[in-house]
């Protein structure tokens, strides 16, 4: 699929006005779309497909010598495989195979780990007295909960990323003055991707991406589609995730009382999503010509959606209340309700961890990328507890029926004194076994640990 150079961006080809929130892009490249509206026509159906590799990487592979040619077939091969890249047709069925790790039971079983998760990232954050959220808290959470989906260590999952990056950059190689040697590097990093799934699928647990395709659970798709499907879950399970929790920690902890509403929580996270997206736009081509309002849109020509301006509410049937900060259409991201539900786990193990966690009053300082959008620096503060130290004496004693604080607890009462400080917005420590007796749970929870 070729790009055609679009007409005047002041008029459409048949000299009317431009519809609303149409704009040209630069070069003649495309459209840029900053209505609601307009995008909820545009990107319903299947008017509007995605920028395939194909072309891309066939022009690439015009300019290099003949030895390197096969590396370029090789990698063209991998991100036609890519759902976020495929056709409609392929994509459908790229979806489907992969629909069951995010649909309403998924999520459900995996939640668990995700409150596991937020929890060991959260607590030494808040025992340190808090400190920078985006490298401490929001990215290694991230990372946690992207390797357990995969099926990854951390360890692999992070490589796995930087990997697929070089990999990614081969898609640029024809602007570089040596694109042969882009591509190169493009392939030996694919071929450490291969044998980083290889040694990790074996191990992976049931449930996670590699876990079931070792046990063949995958549809009828072949191995090289799970594995450049896999690659790609690592690269849209991280920047956007930690992106989106950033921008919801600079409005949750930034308003006083919201991290212990349920309500209100959910109600920033929501705004946090609608004004700012972790993705700035979505870039969309067109499949074939058709006309709205008068104005054409011809095959080949990019139409780029700004999520933010889309996500503002207007009276349009259709739409309603939804956001496109997962995106709209057939290629709506399908992590959608695991990354709210991510979220809400952080934001819950925050409050138990640290319930007066709030910003440290310094500029957020922001990132500067042409599609991401969060926080790049976000100082936070956590403040230790402040504890009713007579109050929850009594609560303990009441909740195991003994008045003796020093006695030593049994092994079923240490959990029924973990249940009591969580119910109070408390954490306990990792192992229950280290407080012996009422008294050092009660010290805990009123110390910096606690």
Same mark, same amino acid.
């Given at each position: 699929?070729?790009?055609?150079?679009?007409?005047?961006?002041?008029?459409?080809?048949?000299?009317?006005?431009?519809?609303?929130?149409?704009?040209?892009?630069?070069?003649?490249?495309?459209?840029?779309?900053?209505?609601?509206?307009?995008?909820?026509?545009?990107?319903?159906?299947?008017?509007?497909?995605?920028?395939?590799?194909?072309?891309?990487?066939?022009?690439?592979?015009?300019?290099?010598?003949?030895?390197?040619?096969?590396?370029?077939?090789?990698?063209?091969?991998?991100?036609?495989?890519?759902?976020?890249?495929?056709?409609?047709?392929?994509?459908?069925?790229?979806?489907?195979?992969?629909?069951?790790?995010?649909?309403?039971?998924?999520?459900?079983?995996?939640?668990?780990?995700?409150?596991?998760?937020?929890?060991?990232?959260?607590?030494?954050?808040?025992?340190?007295?808090?400190?920078?959220?985006?490298?401490?808290?929001?990215?290694?959470?991230?990372?946690?909960?992207?390797?357990?989906?995969?099926?990854?260590?951390?360890?692999?999952?992070?490589?796995?990323?930087?990997?697929?990056?070089?990999?990614?950059?081969?898609?640029?190689?024809?602007?570089?003055?040596?694109?042969?040697?882009?591509?190169?590097?493009?392939?030996?990093?694919?071929?450490?991707?291969?044998?980083?799934?290889?040694?990790?699928?074996?191990?992976?647990?049931?449930?996670?991406?590699?876990?079931?395709?070792?046990?063949?659970?995958?549809?009828?798709?072949?191995?090289?589609?799970?594995?450049?499907?896999?690659?790609?879950?690592?690269?849209?399970?991280?920047?956007?995730?930690?992106?989106?929790?950033?921008?919801?920690?600079?409005?949750?902890?930034?308003?006083?009382?919201?991290?212990?509403?349920?309500? #209100?929580?959910?109600?920033?996270?929501? /705004?946090?999503?609608?004004?700012?997206? $972790? *993705?700035?736009? +979505? !870039? %969309?081509? @067109?499949?074939?010509?058709?006309?709205?309002?008068?104005?054409?849109?011809?095959?080949?020509?990019?139409?780029?959606?700004?999520?933010?301006?889309?996500?503002?509410?207007?009276?349009?049937?259709?739409?309603?209340?939804?956001?496109?900060?997962?995106?709209?259409?057939?290629?709506?991201?399908?992590?959608?309700?695991?990354?709210?539900?991510?979220?809400?786990?952080?934001?819950?193990?925050?409050?138990?961890?640290?319930?007066?966690?709030?910003?440290?009053?310094?500029?957020?300082?922001?990132?500067?990328?042409?599609?991401?959008?969060?926080?790049?620096?976000?100082?936070?503060?956590?403040?230790?507890?402040?504890?009713?130290?007579?109050?929850?004496? #009594?609560?303990?004693?009441?909740?195991? /029926?003994?008045?003796?604080?020093?006695? $030593? *607890?049994?092994? +079923? !009462? %240490?959990? @029924?004194?973990?249940?009591?400080?969580?119910?109070?917005?408390?954490?306990?420590?990792?192992?229950?076994?280290?407080?012996?007796?009422?008294?050092?749970?009660?010290?805990?929870?009123?110390?910096?640990?606690?």
């Amino acid at each position: 699929m070729s790009h055609t150079r679009s007409p005047d961006a002041g008029a459409s080809a048949a000299g009317t006005a431009l519809p609303d929130g149409l704009s040209g892009l630069p070069n003649g490249l495309g459209w840029l779309v900053a209505d609601r509206h307009l995008a909820v026509r545009l990107l319903t159906g299947d008017r509007l497909g995605v920028l395939e590799p194909g072309p891309v990487m066939a022009d690439l592979a015009a300019r290099l010598p003949g030895e390197a040619r096969p590396l370029a077939r090789e990698l063209t091969s991998f991100a036609e495989r890519i759902m976020l890249q495929a056709g409609p047709a392929r994509h459908a069925e790229l979806r489907k195979a992969f629909g069951g790790f995010f649909d309403a039971d998924a999520v459900k079983a995996v939640t668990p780990f995700m409150g596991s998760a937020a929890e060991q990232v959260v607590r030494p954050f808040a025992g340190a007295g808090g400190g920078e959220f985006m490298t401490a808290v929001a990215f290694p959470y991230a990372v946690r909960v992207g390797a357990r989906l995969v099926g990854v260590t951390d360890d692999d999952y992070r490589r796995l990323h930087k990997l697929s990056q070089q990999v990614a950059l081969v898609a640029y190689a024809a602007r570089l003055k040596d694109p042969e040697e882009a591509v190169r590097a493009g392939h030996a990093a694919l071929a450490r991707v291969r044998e980083t799934l290889a040694a990790a699928r074996p191990a992976a647990p049931p449930g996670s991406v590699l876990g079931e395709w070792n046990a063949g659970a995958i549809g009828n798709l072949c191995d090289a589609d799970i594995e450049a499907n896999a690659v790609m879950l690592v690269q849209a399970s991280l920047e956007t995730v930690a992106g989106m929790l950033g921008n919801a920690a600079v409005r949750i902890l930034g308003a006083p009382g919201a991290l212990a509403d349920p309500g #209100r929580l959910d109600a920033l996270l929501d /705004d946090a999503l609608r004004e700012e997206p $972790p *993705l700035k736009t +979505l !870039e %969309r081509v @067109v499949r074939e010509p058709f006309t709205v309002d008068g104005h054409e849109f011809r095959r080949g020509q990019v139409v780029s959606v700004r999520v933010a301006d889309a996500n503002r509410l207007d009276d349009d049937p259709v739409a309603g209340r939804a956001l496109f900060s997962f995106g709209w259409g057939a290629y709506r991201c399908l992590g959608a309700r695991l990354a709210r539900i991510q979220a809400l786990e952080l934001f819950g193990a925050l409050h138990r961890a640290a319930p007066d966690a709030a910003l440290a009053g310094e500029e957020v300082e922001r990132v500067r990328h042409i599609r991401f959008a969060m926080p790049r620096r976000l100082r936070v503060v956590c403040p230790p507890p402040r504890t009713d130290r007579d109050g929850l004496t #009594r609560a303990l004693c009441e909740a195991l /029926d003994e008045h003796d604080a020093d006695r $030593p *607890l049994t092994s +079923l !009462e %240490r959990e @029924v004194a973990l249940v009591v400080l969580a119910e109070r917005g408390m954490a306990g420590p990792e192992d229950p076994r280290e407080l012996t007796t009422i008294g050092e749970w009660v010290t805990w929870a009123t110390s910096a640990h606690g």
